[in-house]
């Protein structure tokens, strides 16, 4: 990837449900701006189990925001959705079962060109993981056995949803967030975004920012972490700078 145009249109969502609210409802506003005048909405609900269960709780909350949305697995074509789609929509869950569905239904390619066409991309939690590069930031057990890593590569670096940071009082004896990036970095080169809960990465016309409750924590190789506050532009993230896998 060499960069990113300014046809591309991203809204990447840390977390679907925030503590203390409903299924979208604290990024509805963001949802409705970024989404504009758009009626067909192509839903991905492979990181589940109960894809049924899953597109019509999707559905459900779309309609309320004035959207129609209509689930890839209840379509005959897939492709053809995805060439028709107004934008899309990869909900959360498993990101190795998603990664892996996206292959067994060759949707890798399709949404890849529907996005840099324009298309605007929506995701959230594993939906944004599966945006980068590889899925390798995620936190999810491999439960299945996607043939790749690699992701969409509709950005160039890594997000890393739901960040906690260290707690210092904690008793747990385990590997922290950070701990686990770091050992990515050592492996990776590229950017990982430490997305906290409540927060959203937007691209548009060719600008990355950073918006929601919550800032985000940068990760790059070799340098210490930094703290990007809402609001704030970190287009330099889309560019080559952003790196590529050393392994």
Same mark, same amino acid.
């Given at each position: 990837?060499?960069?990113?145009?300014?046809?591309?249109?991203?809204?990447?969502?840390?977390?679907?449900?925030?503590?203390?609210?409903?299924?979208?409802?604290?990024?509805?506003?963001?949802?409705?701006?970024?989404?504009?005048? *758009?009626?067909?909405?192509?839903?991905?609900?492979?990181?589940?189990?109960?894809?049924?269960?899953?597109?019509?709780?999707?559905?459900?909350?779309?309609?309320?925001?004035?959207?129609?949305?209509?689930?890839?697995?209840?379509?005959?074509?897939?492709?053809?959705?995805?060439?028709?789609?107004?934008?899309?929509? *990869?909900?959360?869950?498993?990101?190795?079962?998603?990664?892996?569905?996206?292959?067994?239904?060759?949707? *890798?390619?399709?949404?890849?060109?529907?996005?840099?066409?324009?298309?605007?991309?929506?995701?959230?939690?594993?939906?944004?993981?599966?945006?980068?590069?590889?899925?390798?930031?995620?936190?999810?057990?491999?439960?299945?056995?996607?043939?790749?890593?690699?992701?969409?590569?509709?950005?160039?670096?890594?997000?890393?949803?739901?960040?906690?940071?260290?707690?210092?009082?904690?008793?747990?004896?385990?590997?922290?967030?950070?701990?686990?990036?770091?050992?990515?970095?050592?492996?990776?080169?590229?950017?990982?975004?430490?997305?906290?809960?409540?927060?959203?990465?937007?691209?548009?016309?060719?600008?990355?920012?950073?918006?929601?409750?919550?800032?985000?924590?940068?990760?790059?190789?070799?340098?210490?972490?930094?703290?990007?506050?809402?609001?704030?532009?970190?287009?330099?993230?889309?560019?080559?700078?952003?790196?590529?896998?050393?392994?």
């Amino acid at each position: 990837m060499t960069g990113i145009d300014n046809i591309r249109r991203l809204l990447l969502i840390s977390n679907s449900t925030l503590y203390g609210s409903g299924y979208l409802d604290h990024v509805e506003s963001e949802i409705k701006a970024f989404l504009g005048r *758009v009626s067909r909405t192509v839903f991905i609900p492979f990181a589940v189990h109960d894809r049924r269960a899953y597109a019509e709780k999707a559905q459900e909350r779309f309609r309320s925001m004035g959207f129609e949305l209509r689930s890839i697995h209840d379509v005959s074509n897939m492709e053809r959705a995805i060439e028709q789609a107004e934008a899309i929509f *990869v909900g959360g869950g498993n990101t190795f079962r998603l990664l892996k569905g996206l292959y067994d239904c060759d949707l *890798v390619a399709p949404i890849r060109e529907r996005v840099a066409a324009g298309t605007p991309y929506i995701g959230s939690s594993a939906g944004s993981i599966v945006a980068c590069p590889s899925l390798k930031t995620t936190k999810d057990m491999p439960i299945v056995r996607p043939p790749s890593f690699d992701a969409l590569r509709l950005v160039p670096f890594q997000i890393s949803p739901h960040y906690l940071d260290p707690d210092p009082s904690s008793t747990h004896m385990g590997e922290t967030q950070e701990e686990r990036i770091t050992q990515f970095l050592e492996e990776n080169t590229q950017t990982v975004v430490g997305l906290r809960e409540g927060s959203v990465f937007r691209v548009q016309d060719g600008v990355a920012t950073l918006i929601g409750q919550n800032a985000a924590r940068i990760f790059r190789r070799d340098e210490e972490p930094i703290e990007v506050s809402p609001d704030s532009g970190i287009t330099e993230l889309l560019l080559d700078g952003a790196g590529a896998s050393a392994s």
